[in-house]
């Protein structure tokens, strides 16, 4: 059994910064990649940024390219989410994810963090 927990959401201003971790527990894996979705109300989940383990190639949603930052933390199947300027439009429950083959298709997703942004 694997388990993914997010921590690092909360409440901000319009132009704050928040930073999210995600770490992987339970059962040992080896991720090829790990990512950041996120969902807001009323809308389908979206994708914000994943990042190769092997080698640190990250990608991002053209929407956060700048603002976001995503890195791999010390510990195995760990990650972060750096989210500056945040906006409004930000507001989402965030979820991390993990890959063990091929980045882009995720076999473990976590329960999700809400990220809210204020005006």
């Known amino acids: 059994q694997v388990q993914l927990v997010e921590s690092g959401g909360g409440l901000v201003q319009a132009g704050g910064s928040l930073r999210l971790s995600c770490a992987a527990s339970?059962?040992?894996?080896?991720?090829?990649?790990m990512g950041w979705f996120r969902q807001a109300p009323g809308k389908e989940r979206e994708f914000v940024a994943a990042?190769?383990?092997?080698?640190?190639?990250?990608y991002y949603a053209d929407s956060v390219k700048g603002r976001f930052t995503i890195s791999r933390g010390n510990a195995k199947n760990t990650v972060y989410l750096q989210m500056n300027s945040l906006k409004p439009d930000d507001t989402a429950v965030y979820y991390c994810?993990?890959?063990?083959?091929?980045?882009?298709?995720?076999?473990?997703w976590g329960q999700g963090t809400q990220v809210t942004v204020s005006s």
């Open positions: 994810a993990a890959a063990l083959y091929e980045l882009g298709s995720y076999e473990y």
């Open positions: 339970g059962r040992t894996f080896s991720s090829s990649g």
């Open positions: 990042i190769r383990m092997s080698d640190g190639t990250t």
